[in-house]
């Protein structure tokens, strides 16, 4: 890992974390993670331009972090946040919901002022 690579352990016993990660969507991950080939790879979280609201959430997985991410790591996960997305996620919680309306990962943002219906995008 290069110097400027963060790791944070996810302990409720510790000082809060700067994202939470739900029971949910850690399981989700683990379930997605199994079918793959590369069951160890980590999960990317970020923010990008675009979207109805000026900013829109991804998700991807990944090989390796990058030398800016931050590494979220919860019940055998890792996440990977790059410090860009951070200032806009710091505080957030991802969760992943499985309804009637269907089955996506959730973001609940305290950083957005408004969001789109359907959760993918945000202004802030």
Do not use: H, W
């Amino acid at each position: 890992m290069s110097e400027e690579t963060q790791v944070v352990n996810a302990n409720p016993d510790e000082a809060p974390e700067p994202l939470v990660f739900t029971d949910a969507c850690v399981a989700k991950v683990k379930e997605l993670l199994a079918e793959e080939e590369n069951p160890n790879m980590p999960l990317r979280v970020f923010v990008q331009g675009g979207g109805c609201q000026g900013f829109q959430y991804g998700f991807q997985f990944e090989e390796k972090p990058e030398a800016d991410d931050q590494i979220i790591e919860r019940d055998g996960v890792t996440f990977l946040v790059d410090s860009l997305s951070m200032q806009y996620l710091v505080g957030a919680e991802i969760d992943f919901k499985d309804d009637l309306e269907g089955s996506q990962f959730v973001i609940r943002n305290p950083n957005a002022v408004t969001s789109c219906s359907c959760g993918s995008s945000f202004s802030v």
